[in-house]
């Protein structure tokens, strides 16, 4: 297994498109998250599965977004009616296993809203 | 609620040199301490970790110890090389949580 792939590397959408964005976390990985990062800050958690089951949801998520795991194996990311301020890097993480087990993250999707 | 502070960046270096990156951190209960490394065009990477009061983690020449008087988890490394340079994040876990709590990062510049 190569790691964590995310898809696309890069997207540019005008400002009410809507797009989505796809993870693949390391095989056998029960855990996913979705974060979010802009220049100059860590990454900021967005959401979170076990499985299929989403868990946990930040408030940073509005309405306008949304997430699916649907066979527990990858992942979307839905963003709808684009605005300016969701341009970011949006990260995904994998892992398994116990608290303090390692997340491991893909190289994000750049998202840039014109 | 918890939280992550790290020393503003960029930190330049020349090569060999001694590195300290301060990281402070304010948490509910006792949390799990971490330092990330993001290479350009990377995702980020774990680079230690430590669980408990006074235990120290270290990888690749990377060192931190987890101060609770002072809450405080500073990384050092004694001789830096120019394949250091990235951004590096400090983070933290309570509560029983799968979800960390990240510091702003600190980019390293390392010069030959």
């Known amino acids: 297994d190569t790691g964590v792939s995310q898809n696309p590397r890069h997207k540019i959408t005008k400002r009410g498109q809507n797009v989505t964005f796809r993870c693949d976390p390391i095989?056998?990985?029960?855990?996913l998250y979705w974060y979010r990062q802009t220049l100059g800050q860590g990454p900021e958690f967005l959401t979170y599965f076990q499985n299929e089951a989403q868990l946990e949801k930040s408030r940073l998520l509005s309405d306008r977004f949304s997430a699916e795991r649907p066979k527990g194996s990858f992942s979307t990311l839905e963003i709808q009616r684009t605005e300016q301020g969701d341009s970011a890097m949006y990260l995904c993480?994998?892992?398994?296993?116990?608290?303090?087990?390692?997340?491991?993250f893909g190289p994000g999707t750049r998202l840039t809203v014109l | 609620g918890n939280s992550v502070t790290q020393m503003e960046g960029p930190v330049t270096l020349s090569e060999e040199a001694f590195l300290t990156i301060n990281c402070t951190y304010t948490?509910?209960?006792?949390?799990?301490l971490f330092w990330y490394v993001q290479y350009p065009g990377e995702g980020l990477q774990l680079l230690l970790k430590a669980t408990k009061a006074d235990d120290k983690g270290s990888n690749k020449g990377f060192e931190a110890t987890y101060r609770k008087e002072t809450t405080s988890f500073h990384l050092e490394k004694g001789s830096v090389q120019v394949s250091d340079s990235a951004v590096y994040f400090c983070?933290?876990?309570?509560?029983?949580?799968?979800?960390?709590?990240f510091g702003r990062g600190t980019s390293l510049i390392v010069h030959p």
């Open positions: 948490a509910t209960g006792y949390p799990s």
């Open positions: 983070a933290l876990k309570s509560g029983g949580s799968y979800i960390p709590t």
């Open positions: 993480a994998s892992s398994f296993g116990g608290l303090d087990n390692e997340q491991f």
């Open positions: 095989s056998e990985h029960n855990r």
